[in-house]
């Protein structure tokens, strides 16, 4: 009998298929107590099988590319974590085994993060795999897992790991679901970037069995179980329909009666760039420049590395706008040169701009190079700063661009909630706002971006986070300035079209929600998305927005 379930749709699209299930996590190594003539052994194995697992996590990021690769480089550092290696050979030294002495290092590392509630406790996943990995290298078993399969199937599994996401093969996985992660989270991104259709934060989808025939509705995050032939038709259409409008869709973004609305990409680096342009990406809205500085922790990137890099970037969108986030260190993004080591909560501690201006060196080297790589062209170049509270930090980031002979426009990332409170002041020291919505939600509901027990507050439909957006939206209008929207909620088609109505002037997203986009916006007057936008501001949950802004401009 038909069932219907309901997670939180991150990446667009249908799919149909028998259900598979990720293969079971390493089991727990027995504890062996081994001689003290055996511990430099055991070390040594402990330490080939870490290097074996980095190297082979570096080898599938170099393989799929673009973000992925950022993802999984950063997992290869977590293998090879200095402080997580020592823990393993002071195990070994009192005689643990190779392999239990990984695990239960791990174990308390991961215990630390999850039991003190840090913003680290979003990557409990990553940490738990990357364990996994090595200990299944010391034990000689199966790497846990994506299934063999020769048909194509819906993946489905508590939590899927960045290596396994990257390299998920769209002709066999049709779609998969989550019972764990967030819109934010790692796997949700990476399925954009990937265009696997995916549903998250899906409590029970486990319990679902082998081989049982499911609908996945990755833009509405709903789940059929045994969908009858009449569901399966109506999804079908569904997803014929929104093909054909994305094969009829070109240009730039605009509503039906001309209002443009440019779409601009997310991207991590020039690897990301292809994509974007063959998307029909109008430029850049969020260049995350950390990824390049996340090559290695212990230093920041010379400056002739990050021009080469720049430079590529801004190259592929001549006469585009390309919008640049210096440096988004710390919380989740930890670098050894730049954020303490002993914050009790990274997240609201030492982060993005407030760590920049902690180290001028690293600001300043980081503008001279963006300077240096957009000489010559012909880009409109725009740099903001991560983490803005006030004006006085709008006011130190402009002032540091200007220092560094910047010829561009500076801006500010509107992340943390005092500043959409507060954005007209900002606006008298930067030229434009950028909205962070992911953080934004963060801050605003307390509720961590990467934990999916809190997804419900994560929702970029809360009503109250799009007040918050249209209070900047509104500031940046009356001072004549723009505010785009960066977050994963320009990703959203509809969500589109209410942050169209709310006033932001540009989205920013990943390059394969463009057209979903583009061809959602065109369907509909600029008159029409403003009275979605009231009704979803007029609703009081994040569901009762996305349903009135569809009764909206569905004409009920």
């Not at 950028?434 to 027990?453: C, E, I, K, P």
Request: charged letters at 25%; aromatic letters at 4%; hydrophobic letters at 45%.
């Amino acid at each position: 009998m038909e069932t219907t379930l309901r997670g939180v749709g991150v990446s667009h699209g249908v799919a149909i298929g028998e259900v598979r299930h990720m293969g079971t996590a390493v089991l727990e190594p027995l504890a062996r107590q081994i001689t003290a003539d055996e511990a430099a052994r055991e070390q040594g194995r402990a330490r080939q099988a870490v290097s074996a697992v980095a190297a082979d996590l570096i080898a599938r990021g170099q393989l799929a590319g673009g973000e992925a690769q950022h993802v999984l480089e950063a997992q290869a550092m977590i293998a090879e974590d200095p402080e997580l290696m020592a823990d393993v050979d002071r195990r070994i030294a009192v005689g643990s085994t190779a392999e239990r002495g990984v695990y239960d290092a791990f174990a308390a590392y991961r215990d630390l993060l999850a039991g003190a509630g840090e913003y680290m406790a979003g990557r409990v996943a990553d940490l738990d795999d990357v364990r996994n990995r090595i200990v299944a290298r010391l034990l000689g078993v199966p790497m846990p897992g994506v299934p063999d399969s020769d048909e194509p199937y819906v993946l489905i599994a508590r939590d899927l790991a960045p290596a396994d996401t990257a390299l998920l093969d769209p002709a066999l996985v049709l779609g998969f679901v989550t019972e764990e992660g967030g819109p934010t989270s790692h796997s949700a991104i990476l399925a954009r970037a990937l265009g696997v259709p995916a549903i998250v934060a899906l409590p029970g989808a486990g319990e679902i069995a082998e081989g049982t025939v499911i609908a996945v509705d990755g833009s509405t995050g709903d789940l059929f179980v045994d969908p009858s032939p009449q569901k399966r038709a109506e999804l079908e259409a569904a997803a014929a329909e929104r093909k054909a409008a994305l094969a009829a869709s070109s240009g730039p973004g605009a509503t039906s009666d001309g209002h443009k609305m440019p779409l601009l990409a997310n991207v991590g680096g020039p690897a990301d760039v292809p994509a974007a342009v063959e998307a029909g990406a109008e430029g850049v809205g969020l260049f995350r420049t950390e990824f390049l500085f996340l090559d290695d922790s212990k230093k920041a990137p010379s400056e002739e590395k990050q021009v080469e890099s720049y430079r590529k970037v801004l190259e592929a969108f001549p006469e585009g706008r390309v919008v640049v986030r210096v440096l988004d260190a710390g919380a989740d993004k930890p670098l050894d040169f730049l954020t303490p080591g002993d914050e009790p909560n990274p997240a609201l501690g030492v982060r993005g701009l407030r760590s920049l201006l902690d180290h001028p060196d690293v600001l300043r080297t980081q503008l001279t190079a963006l300077a240096k790589a957009a000489e010559g062209l012909p880009v409109y170049l725009e740099v903001m700063a991560p983490m803005v509270a006030d004006r006085i930090d709008a006011k130190a980031f402009a002032d540091a661009c200007r220092e560094a002979g910047l010829k561009a426009k500076f801006g500010a990332m509107v992340e943390i909630p005092s500043a959409a409170l507060r954005a007209r002041s900002i606006l008298q020291e930067v030229e434009f706002l950028s909205l962070g919505t992911n953080d934004l939600a963060q801050y605003a509901f307390a509720a961590d971006r990467q934990v999916g027990a809190v997804s419900r507050l994560q929702d970029p439909w809360q009503p109250a986070l799009l007040d918050l957006i249209a209070m900047a939206a509104d500031a940046a209008r009356a001072e004549g300035k723009s505010c785009g929207v960066c977050g994963e909620a320009a990703s959203d088609p509809l969500l589109a079209c209410v942050l169209t109505g709310l006033g932001v002037t540009s989205l920013s997203m990943g390059a394969a929600s463009i057209p979903y986009v583009r061809a959602t916006l065109a369907k509909y007057t600029l008159a029409q998305c403003e009275r979605a936008a009231a009704a979803a501001r007029a609703a009081d949950s994040a569901e009762e927005a996305r349903v009135a802004a569809q009764a909206v401009l569905s004409g009920e």
